[in-house]
C-alpha cells in the first residue's frame, strides 16, 4: 500500500514522512482547501485577499516568525488589535505550531490589558497602534517584565521610525517589528513537524469577570471545528458564503460563523470595527452574504441608507423592521425561522439552539453535546424543575488557563457545570432561566456586577457599593450604581463615573449613580431585590429570576 499524498498546498514544497492523525486540526482544514479550491478567495480585508492557496502560504510563513518568537507548543500568542485578516492568520499559524492564540477586547482599559498581558503570560503579542495604542502601551509599561515579542500588524506611519526587527522586543516605547516584513522574510514552517492532537487547545477567549477577574476559557481544535458544522448546518451555511466579519472577533458571537465560513470554504471579509458606513460599503463591494448586526448598528445602517445609496442585497437576514427588510434579503434557514439558543464562551457559543425545535424558549440541545439540569448536588432534574445547566461533548472547553481550583469545581462529576439556570420542559427543550451569579446585559455584552463593584470600592470616598441592571431602550439594560460614601468625603456622579471608566472598559461603567445612606441586606448579604424594588432594576437576561 503507497503512502498517502504529503498535506500541502500547490505553493509549498512536499514534505514526507507525515503520520497521519485521526481527528482534523483547522490546519488540516485548511491545507486541504488549499488544495480542493485553491484560487478561490478565503479572506479579503481593505484592498489586501488572499486566495485558499495564498493564505496557505502566509501562515506558513506567519508559523515560522511566531516559532522564532518563541511560540512553542501551549505557548500564549496575543492579539492586542480590531479585526484584521492577519487575526484569522495568526490563529491558523498558533493552531499549526500547538500555540494558543487568544485576541483580547481591545475596548479595555490600560488596566484591564495589563492584568492580561499578566495573566496570560504571552511569548508573542501581536498588537495595533492606531486607535488603541496608547492603552496598550500603558498597559506594556505596567508590565514591563514581560518576556514577549512583539509584533506590530498596522504599519508604521509616515515619519514614524522604523525599528530593527532584531531588536524589536516590544514596548514600552517601542513599535515592536513589522508583521508584513517579517512575513515577506520568513520561509514556510515545514510540514513535517510533528502536529498538535485535535484536542489541544489552540484559542484562549477570556470571559466575563463572573468571579472578580476574568478568565481565560481554552477552546480546541476539536470544539471549533464541531461548533463550527453545527453553525453551518443552522444557519444554512454553503462554500459560497461571504461573511462579513464586523462584530468584535474577541467574542464568539462573531467567531463561530468565522468559523463556520472558514470550514466550508467560504470567504472571510473583515472591517476593523463596527461603523455603518464601512460596513455598508463592503456588503456591497464584496457581496456579503452575512454579518453579525446588533439592533442598533442595523438602526444606523437604515438611517444612513435611507436614500438607497448602497446595494444591500447581497446580505441575508432572519428579521427585522419593514425599512431594513427592504434594503436585504431575508435568510430561508432554520435559524431564521427560529433564531437563538443557549450557551458560553466555555462551550464555544451556543449549546442549545431554537432552530430544532420544542416548546422551551431556548431549543434543543446541539446534535454534538449532551445537556442536563442539575441541582447543587449533582443530580439530574426532572422536567419542569429548575437546576444548573450542564453540558459535556467535543464543544466543552478544556478548561481556564491557570485555574486549577476553578476548573476542578467546573468539571466535577465528569460534567461542565455553566453557572447558569435552565428547565428542561416536558418535550425535552430547553429553558435558560438566568445566570446563578448575577449579570448584567448591555447590547451584545455581559457586565458582571462584582467586577464593576470592586472597581467602584477603590476610590477612596467610597465605602460600599451595589451594581443593579435598569432597562434601557436601546441597549437592553444599563449598569446603575448604589453607593454609600464615607462619613467625611462628599463626591458626585460624574467623579464615580470617570472613576470607573479610567479603570475598566467604558462598557462597564455605571451610566448612573444613586448615593444612598445604608444598603439593604439579608443577614451580612446585599439585597439585591430589595434594590431592584428601589431603583428601577429589571430586564435581566432570562426574566426576573434571578439568584445571588
Not at 445612606?517 to 431585590?529: C, F, H, S, T, V
Request: negative net charge.
Amino acid at each position: 500500500m503507497s503512502d498517502p499524498a504529503p498535506d500541502v498546498a500547490p505553493v509549498v514544497p512536499e514534505a514526507a514522512g507525515l503520520e497521519t492523525a485521526s481527528e482534523l486540526t483547522l490546519h488540516d482544514v485548511l491545507a486541504e482547501h488549499a488544495r480542493s479550491r485553491p484560487a478561490q478567495i478565503a479572506s479579503v480585508c481593505g484592498p489586501h485577499s488572499s486566495t485558499w492557496s495564498s493564505l496557505h502560504e502566509r501562515v506558513l510563513r506567519l508559523a515560522r516568525v511566531l516559532a522564532d518568537a518563541g511560540a512553542a507548543p501551549g505557548e500564549r500568542v496575543l492579539w492586542l488589535g480590531q479585526n484584521c485578516h492577519r487575526l484569522l492568520e495568526t490563529l491558523l499559524a498558533c493552531g499549526h505550531l500547538g500555540a494558543v492564540f487568544c485576541p483580547v477586547n481591545w475596548r479595555q482599559s490600560a488596566e484591564e490589558l495589563a492584568f492580561v498581558l499578566a495573566d496570560a503570560d504571552p511569548s508573542v503579542v501581536v498588537w495595533q497602534k492606531s486607535e488603541i495604542g496608547t492603552a496598550v502601551l500603558v498597559a506594556a509599561q505596567r508590565q514591563s517584565g514581560n518576556r514577549a515579542t512583539w509584533i506590530r500588524h498596522d504599519r508604521a506611519e509616515e515619519g514614524e521610525a522604523a525599528e530593527d526587527p532584531a531588536e524589536a522586543t516590544g514596548p514600552p516605547g517601542g513599535s515592536g517589528a513589522d508583521f508584513e516584513e517579517l512575513v515577506a522574510a520568513a520561509s514556510p514552517w515545514p510540514l513535517d513537524r510533528a502536529a498538535p492532537e485535535s484536542a489541544a487547545a489552540v484559542l484562549m477567549i477570556y470571559t466575563g469577570a463572573f468571579g472578580g477577574r476574568p478568565n481565560g476559557a481554552l477552546l480546541s481544535h476539536r470544539a471549533i471545528l464541531a461548533q463550527s458544522m453545527v453553525i453551518a448546518l443552522v444557519r444554512g451555511y454553503r462554500a459560497d458564503a461571504v461573511f462579513l466579519n464586523s462584530g468584535p472577533l474577541f467574542h464568539l458571537g462573531t467567531l463561530m460563523s468565522t468559523f463556520a465560513v472558514f470550514h466550508l470554504g467560504g470567504t472571510n471579509v473583515f472591517i476593523r470595527r463596527v461603523e455603518a458606513e464601512a460596513i455598508c460599503r463592503t456588503i456591497e463591494v464584496e457581496g456579503c452574504t452575512d454579518a453579525f448586526l446588533m439592533p442598533p448598528t442595523v438602526a444606523e445602517i437604515t438611517s444612513l441608507n435611507a436614500d438607497g445609496r448602497y446595494d444591500l442585497t447581497s446580505l441575508r437576514v432572519a428579521s427585522g423592521p419593514p425599512e431594513w427588510m427592504a434594503m436585504v434579503s431575508a435568510d430561508t434557514s432554520d435559524w431564521a425561522a427560529r433564531p437563538g439558543g443557549t450557551g458560553q464562551t466555555e462551550v464555544t457559543g451556543l449549546v442549545t439552539f431554537t432552530a430544532f425545535g420544542g416548546t422551551g424558549a431556548h431549543g434543543r440541545p446541539s446534535p454534538l453535546a449532551q445537556v442536563r439540569i442539575h441541582d447543587d448536588d449533582d443530580v439530574e432534574l426532572g422536567p419542569g424543575q429548575v437546576g444548573e445547566i450542564v453540558v459535556r461533548g467535543p464543544v466543552v472547553m478544556n478548561g481556564f488557563h491557570n485555574r486549577p481550583e476553578l476548573n476542578a469545581a467546573k468539571r466535577r462529576n465528569g460534567w461542565h457545570h455553566t453557572g447558569d439556570l435552565g428547565r428542561r420542559e416536558e418535550d425535552g427543550s430547553i429553558t435558560f432561566i438566568g445566570p446563578k451569579a448575577r449579570m448584567i446585559k448591555s447590547a451584545a455584552e455581559n457586565i458582571y456586577p462584582a467586577e464593576v463593584e470592586a472597581c467602584l470600592r477603590t476610590h477612596a470616598a467610597v465605602r460600599e457599593a451595589a451594581v443593579i441592571g435598569v432597562p434601557d431602550e436601546r441597549w437592553a439594560q444599563s449598569v446603575k450604581a448604589i453607593v454609600v460614601l464615607h462619613a467625611d468625603h462628599d463626591v458626585g456622579e460624574t467623579e464615580i463615573i470617570e472613576h470607573c471608566r479610567a479603570h475598566i472598559a467604558s462598557y462597564k461603567k455605571p451610566r448612573l449613580v444613586e448615593f444612598v445612606g445604608e444598603l439593604p441586606k439579608n443577614g451580612y448579604q446585599i439585597d439585591y431585590d430589595a434594590l431592584d424594588a428601589a431603583f428601577g432594576g429589571g430586564g435581566y437576561p432570562g426574566g426576573t429570576y434571578r439568584s445571588v
